[in-house]
């Protein structure tokens, strides 16, 4: 997933096509800027890319996440079904609104579990974010099936997940709204950037607006627009959006070098029987930017990720023991630990977690070991990294 590891002249012609122009913002200065409208330009290629009506880019994944849930009109007292295994960003994103994130647990796709969605919900539930972690996907039929039959809205947080696809359809376009994120260690980058995308006018206008604290974006003098909505600044600067812009032509390069790798790696566990995979439901193809496989316990997985680590297999993450990413150690949101005070409807919604315990979760994480796939791997890298993790992980078994 790595946005670090391929860039250069296209990015550096984009972004000095901006600095020669002179205008770094996105929106106004339309006299000066000689139409040059990389934010614009880069909407335009993500529509396409995506096969939706409308692309808004914002200035980062949690930004994009905030957007989408606002346009949508979650807010105060709403609860918003989210995973246990996902990043941080998508509880402080659902807080900020007023809302209640209600984690629940995931199943072997790695991403929620339709049943335990299934009895979250209550009168409250206004939305549910199913989180394409690590570049696949839940089993996205069933939740939509949930979601309509309660009528909740379906956001897709597919900043892991760029490239993948459901039944030929691109992640992030099958629910009501998708989110991407584009800082530096995603698939594509902008250095910080994100982008939410849909097919609904009215949630698009709302996000275009939103972001802007609240701009209509009529007509081509800026000074004189109108303030329709209350908003707020999750603007994306023409500087980032011209590297994304470059970035973006690079994603079938990107995906294609994903995938080799991933397949070499692929092909060498599984010749181990005790070795199995992340379930990636009927009809979807990753986006290969990790590859995820279980061990047999807890126990194992620790010892052979911390084998890794020691014998020089990088960019392995055990995911159990993790603080971005999982639960058990989300101390920071069981305990409140905030810089203000926190509504008291969130504080009461929040008290489950006190004493809640994830046993399905524990169950696939606890095994999980998952490998991030690097671009600049040669073949013969790659290769000697299959042939050690093996040996590793036989000399563990
Ligand atoms: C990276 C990421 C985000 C947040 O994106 P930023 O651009 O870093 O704010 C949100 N959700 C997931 C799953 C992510 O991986």
Same mark, same amino acid.
């Given at each position: 997933?790595?946005?670090?590891? +391929?860039?250069?002249?296209?990015? $550096?012609?984009?972004?000095?096509?901006?600095?020669?122009?002179?205008?770094?913002?996105?929106?106004?200065?339309?006299?000066?800027?000689?139409?040059?409208?990389? !934010?614009?330009?880069?909407?335009? !290629?993500?529509?396409?890319?995506?096969?939706?009506?409308?692309?808004?880019?914002?200035?980062?994944?949690?930004?994009?996440?905030?957007?989408?849930?606002?346009? !949508?009109?979650?807010?105060?007292?709403?609860?918003?079904?989210?995973?246990?295994?996902?990043?941080?960003?998508?509880?402080?994103?659902?807080?900020?609104?007023?809302?209640?994130?209600?984690?629940?647990?995931?199943?072997?796709?790695?991403?929620?579990?339709?049943?335990?969605?299934?009895?979250?919900?209550?009168?409250?539930?206004?939305?549910?974010?199913?989180?394409?972690?690590?570049?696949?996907?839940?089993?996205?039929?069933? +939740?939509? #099936?949930?979601?309509?039959?309660?009528?909740?809205?379906?956001?897709?947080?597919?900043?892991?997940?760029?490239?993948?696809?459901?039944?030929?359809?691109?992640?992030?376009?099958?629910?009501?709204?998708?989110?991407?994120?584009?800082?530096?260690?995603?698939?594509?980058?902008?250095?910080?950037?994100?982008?939410?995308?849909?097919?609904?006018?009215?949630?698009?206008?709302?996000?275009?607006?939103?972001? #802007?604290?609240?701009?209509?974006?009529?007509?081509? #003098?800026?000074?004189?627009?109108?303030?329709?909505?209350?908003? /707020?600044?999750?603007?994306?600067?023409?500087?980032?959006?011209?590297?994304? +812009?470059?970035?973006?032509?690079?994603?079938?390069?990107?995906?294609?070098?994903?995938?080799?790798?991933?397949?070499?790696?692929?092909?060498?566990?599984?010749?181990?029987?005790?070795?199995?995979?992340?379930?990636?439901?009927?009809?979807?193809?990753?986006?290969?930017?990790?590859?995820?496989?279980?061990?047999?316990?807890?126990?194992?997985?620790? $010892?052979?990720?911390?084998?890794?680590?020691?014998?020089?297999?990088?960019?392995?993450?055990? /995911?159990?023991?993790?603080?971005?990413?999982?639960?058990?150690?989300?101390?920071?949101?069981? @305990?409140?630990?905030?810089?203000?005070?926190?509504?008291?409807?969130?504080?009461?919604?929040?008290?489950?977690?006190?004493?809640? @315990?994830?046993?399905?979760? #524990?169950?696939?994480?606890?095994?999980?070991?998952?490998?991030?796939?690097?671009?600049?791997?040669?073949? !013969? @890298?790659?290769?000697?990294?299959?042939?050690?993790?093996?040996?590793?992980?036989?000399?563990?078994?």
């Amino acid at each position: 997933m790595p946005g670090f590891e +391929l860039f250069g002249d296209l990015e $550096k012609k984009e972004v000095n096509d901006v600095l020669e122009n002179g205008v770094l913002m996105r929106y106004g200065f339309d006299g000066m800027r000689n139409g040059h409208w990389k !934010a614009k330009e880069l909407e335009k !290629a993500l529509e396409s890319t995506f096969q939706v009506n409308h692309a808004q880019l914002v200035s980062s994944g949690t930004a994009a996440i905030s957007v989408a849930l606002a346009a !949508a009109g979650v807010g105060a007292g709403d609860e918003v079904i989210l995973p246990t295994f996902t990043f941080v960003a998508s509880f402080e994103a659902v807080m900020m609104l007023g809302a209640i994130p209600i984690l629940v647990d995931i199943d072997d796709t790695l991403t929620l579990s339709p049943k335990a969605v299934e009895s979250a919900v209550t009168q409250k539930t206004k939305a549910v974010m199913v989180v394409h972690m690590c570049g696949s996907m839940g089993h996205i039929d069933a +939740l939509k #099936d949930i979601c309509n039959k309660h009528n909740l809205l379906l956001i897709e947080d597919a900043c892991q997940a760029i490239g993948a696809t459901y039944k030929s359809k691109p992640l992030g376009s099958i629910g009501d709204l998708g989110c991407f994120s584009f800082d530096f260690v995603k698939t594509i980058t902008c250095g910080e950037g994100g982008a939410v995308i849909t097919n609904n006018d009215g949630y698009y206008l709302n996000s275009d607006h939103y972001s #802007d604290h609240g701009h209509d974006h009529a007509g081509n #003098d800026r000074g004189a627009e109108a303030h329709p909505l209350l908003g /707020y600044n999750f603007r994306i600067s023409e500087l980032h959006a011209a590297v994304g +812009l470059a970035q973006i032509k690079r994603l079938p390069e990107i995906l294609k070098i994903q995938k080799l790798n991933y397949t070499i790696l692929r092909e060498a566990l599984s010749q181990i029987p005790t070795v199995s995979f992340r379930t990636v439901p009927e009809g979807g193809e990753e986006n290969y930017s990790f590859l995820n496989f279980f061990l047999p316990d807890l126990e194992r997985s620790l $010892k052979v990720s911390e084998a890794f680590k020691t014998q020089g297999v990088d960019a392995c993450f055990q /995911y159990y023991n993790n603080n971005w990413h999982y639960i058990r150690k989300w101390n920071h949101l069981k @305990e409140l630990k905030s810089l203000y005070p926190i509504p008291a409807e969130v504080k009461t919604g929040l008290e489950y977690l006190k004493t809640k @315990e994830f046993p399905q979760s #524990d169950h696939y994480i606890g095994r999980n070991i998952s490998c991030l796939i690097k671009l600049s791997w040669t073949e !013969a @890298e790659v290769k000697a990294r299959a042939s050690k993790m093996v040996e590793i992980i036989k000399s563990v078994l």
